[in-house]
């Protein structure tokens, strides 16, 4: 069963992306780039999701575990610090040149298009890079 | 603002919502997506769920594209730009511990500081290179 609702979750995301059209770089980058034709559409997309989670994720903890696993992973750490807001900055300068976030992108790429496989390359690049060497500051 | 879908936009982050939930509610999983797919590829020790998952992101927009008739989408040129963009993706979010669905939904849904922090950032940082270049 976990598999299956693995498989469903994923692909319910990537549904909401692909209707969205968030899955479209160009559409995303229409609402982070302020100084041509604004398109508010992704803060939307946001906050649909937002008021669906929020208020779902408060039942779904009023249960002591979930439905297929023994107990909900919730990360614990509280405080900022330096490796969160600079990785969270370079992440932000990667996806404002090429509008990709990784979910789209991973959604993109039965569109067999070699941009987005190079895109995707590339960032499984760097999450093999960032585990060698940690951000130490 | 020609070009705002609200609607389409409110459905889609709905879904969005709904998938997230039920990796929560069955598994007890936080539905970041950046972790669940770098963890698949690192770490041997839940893999199989992981990869189950990254099979059904490819399968949503295949089964949007059969209901939606005229379902398209752009995709990037393989250029140098969207190269360094890859790189920059993957170093971020691992450094940074998660992306827009890790911290942006699942995060600031719990209202965690660091997401919401994080959340900040990356959108202070897209606006601007996205606007300036």
Redesign the interface.
């Known amino acids: 069963m976990q598999l299956f609702f693995a498989l469903l979750s994923g692909l319910l995301i990537s549904a909401g992306i692909a209707i969205s059209k968030m899955i479209d770089p160009l559409k995303v980058i229409s609402f982070l780039d302020l100084s041509g034709n604004w398109d508010p559409s992704l803060a939307l997309v946001m906050l649909g999701a937002l008021v669906v989670y929020t208020l779902g994720f408060k039942l779904v903890l009023k249960r002591s575990a979930p439905l297929f696993s023994s107990h909900f992973k919730l990360p614990t750490k509280q405080t900022l610090d330096k490796p969160l807001l600079l990785g969270a900055a370079i992440f932000g300068v990667g996806w404002g040149l090429a509008g990709y976030c990784p979910g789209p992108a991973i959604a993109a790429l039965p569109a067999a298009s070699t941009g987005t496989l190079g895109f995707v390359l590339m960032m499984v690049l760097g999450w093999l890079v960032a585990a060698k060497i940690p951000l130490k500051l | 603002?020609?070009?705002?879908?609200?609607v389409?936009?409110?459905?889609?982050?709905?879904?969005?919502?709904?998938?997230?939930?039920?990796?929560?509610?069955?598994?007890?999983?936080?539905?970041g997506?950046?972790g669940i797919?770098?963890l698949a590829?690192?770490q041997r020790d839940g893999r199989?769920?992981?990869l189950?998952?990254?099979?059904?992101?490819?399968?949503?927009?295949?089964?949007?594209?059969i209901i939606?008739n005229d379902?398209t989408?752009?995709?990037?040129?393989?250029?140098s730009?969207?190269?360094?963009?890859?790189?920059?993706?993957?170093?971020?979010?691992?450094?940074?511990?998660g992306?827009?669905?890790g911290?942006?939904?699942?995060?600031?849904?719990?209202f965690?500081?660091?997401s919401i922090?994080?959340?900040l950032?990356?959108?202070?940082?897209?606006?601007?290179?996205?606007?300036?270049?």
């Open positions: 603002m020609d070009n705002f879908t609200p389409s936009a409110l459905i889609g982050g709905g879904l969005i919502g709904l998938g997230t939930l039920l990796l929560m509610a069955t598994l007890g999983r936080i539905a997506i950046s797919a770098s590829i690192l199989s769920w992981r189950a998952f990254i099979v059904g992101l490819l399968l949503g927009p295949l089964l949007v594209s939606i379902f989408y752009s995709t990037p040129d393989l250029n730009r969207t190269l360094i963009a890859g790189l920059l993706v993957g170093l971020g979010t691992a450094w940074g511990s992306c827009t669905s911290h942006g939904i699942c995060g600031i849904g719990r965690s500081p660091r922090a994080a959340t950032m990356f959108m202070a940082t897209g606006v601007a290179v996205a606007s300036f270049f």
